[in-house]
């Protein structure tokens, strides 16, 4: 196509007769049959080159600003990443403060200071000159398309109206922890979250008379309701037994576990659990351990697979490694018409080839609204999110695809099925009650141009003449 261009002609009178790959690679131990299929390939592309024709791209202009939805540390890394290269940031946050689920934690498993680390993110997220922050605020409404997308936000307690001209969106409305409903959770006093016991660990004389303390993995996680692992509860747990024994050596630490998974240069701490005297026990899902309560004391009855045979224990606490949720973004997700998985994290365009990327274009996703990770993975995800969405606000304009699909009213009859067939949420009924296919929404995908009933819908450079002239070129002196 770039030959085509430098020639002087249209890019989209192109055809390839693919006889390298489609031929002789595959067909190399039959030279005449690799032969034979060459001479079809080349007259099936003739036959489909005669019948092209010149289309033309359309150029946008692009608003050189990003909206971010979330305030968290995916959302905060995000915001300066893009505002340091110059473009204007508008930063929304549902709650009153900047920070997230991240705001509730203490250290990481390195023993860096979270706390401290996102007074200093928020701080310089509110004092950047290019980032404009909204707090309390709620998206009611979305619009547009790459390089042009118009947002409606309620701001504040008097949920005034705001309206946002912007070029991209990335997406890190962050995670939750896991509110447990099992285990005694919130009917006893000692029965606590990894996150719960983190912050209490940070109080003076803590660990001070702790006897026993019972840790039970996989709360909430790795079941029939969040089937997946929330990667981070492991190093949670580890983290805060290493705690507990540095502040009481004297102190009996069980971890009931169904998989230890303490990936990458985090297995030094699993290392490091064991020589401070840890206990690991591991339990089948089928078999989990019994919480019971007498007289105020909570007993942990659990089967130890090396002895054969059932034990318990009396302990101080019970901490639960309650799993990540995604936040409820149903609601964000129904306005800007997104997809998410079965778990509610939103899904990105393309694992390893579009990683940061949603289908639509120029909507970005990062951190804990993507999947749980550590606030490590998160600042790399978020930064990856920011350098992609500049490579659209730096372009002068946005060129679309010609190859897009395109509705004969005439023929139209309304009857919604390229509505419901649209993996993109593109065609909409008109004013005049015919389907409408905006081009600078449209993928290409064809979907509707296979589904339409009545043929009213063409998708360009696939045409039914152009497909069925490569058919009949083929079938030639055979019928």
């Known amino acids: 196509m ?133 707090t309390q605020s709620l998206i009611v409404n979305f619009s547009g398309f790459k390089g042009n997308f118009k947002t409606e936000v309620l701001v504040g307690p008097g949920m005034y109206e705001r309206k946002i001209d912007h070029g991209i969106v990335i997406l890190a409305t962050g995670g939750t922890e896991y509110q447990p409903k099992e285990y005694l959770y919130g009917q006893h006093p000692g029965v606590l979250t990894q996150i719960e016991l983190g912050n209490r660990l940070e109080e003076e004389g803590a660990a001070a008379g702790l006897d026993q303390v019972v840790m039970i993995q996989c ?13 981070i509860c492991c190093q949670a747990a580890i983290k805060n037994a290493i705690h507990i024994k540095e502040l009481n050596p004297e102190t009996q630490v069980f971890i009931l576990y169904r998989d230890i998974r303490t990936y990458g240069l985090m297995e030094q701490y699993y290392t490091k659990a064991r020589e401070l005297g840890v206990f690991f026990f591991r339990f089948k899902e089928e078999d989990p351990p019994e919480v019971t309560q007498s007289n105020e004391v909570l007993t942990v009855t659990f089967t130890d697979h090396i002895l054969g045979r059932k034990l318990s224990v009396d302990t101080d606490l019970l901490i639960l490694s309650a799993g990540v949720r995604a936040e409820d973004t149903e609601e964000l997700a129904s306005i800007m018409k997104l997809g998410r998985n079965a778990e509610n994290y939103f899904i990105e365009a393309h694992v390893k080839l579009r990683p940061v990327e949603m289908a639509t274009e120029g909507i970005f996703v990062c951190g804990t609204t993507h999947s749980p990770k550590l606030i490590t993975e998160t600042v790399a995800q978020a930064q990856a999110a920011a350098s992609r969405a500049t490579t659209f606000l730096s372009q002068p304009f946005l060129t679309l695809s010609a190859v897009t699909a395109r509705v004969n009213p005439e023929l139209c009859a309304s009857c919604l099925i390229c509505v419901r067939s649209c993996p993109y949420n593109v065609p909409k009924i008109n004013d005049e009650g015919v389907s409408f296919i905006d081009d600078a929404l449209c993928q290409g995908c064809g979907a509707c141009a296979a589904e339409c009933p009545a043929k009213a819908i063409d998708l360009n450079w696939y045409e039914d003449e152009q497909l069925m002239s490569k058919v009949d070129a083929l079938l030639e002196g055979v019928l």
Not at 27 to 37: N, R, V, Y
Not at 77 to 92: K, M, P, R, S
Not at 219 to 231: A, F, H, I, K, T
Request: hydrophobic residues 40%.
């Open 2 to 134: 770039d030959t085509l261009e430098k020639c002087g002609l249209n890019k989209y009178l192109f055809e390839m007769a693919n006889i390298r790959n489609q031929g002789s690679w595959v067909h190399s131990d039959s030279p005449e049959a690799a032969t034979q299929k060459a001479k079809d390939l080349v007259k099936m592309a003739v036959a489909r080159a005669a019948s092209l024709k010149p289309l033309h791209e359309r150029q946008i202009p692009v608003t050189y600003r990003a909206l971010i939805v979330g305030g968290g540390v995916a959302g905060m890394n995000a915001a300066i990443g893009i505002a340091d290269q110059g473009f204007e940031v508008v930063l929304v946050e549902k709650e009153a403060e900047l920070g997230g689920l991240a705001r509730r934690l203490t250290k990481t498993i390195e023993g860096a200071d979270i706390r401290s680390y996102i007074a200093r993110l928020a701080e310089t997220v509110k004092n950047h000159p290019k980032i404009q922050v909204l």
């Open 219 to 231: 709360v909430g996680s790795r079941n029939e309701e969040n089937p997946n692992c929330s990667r």
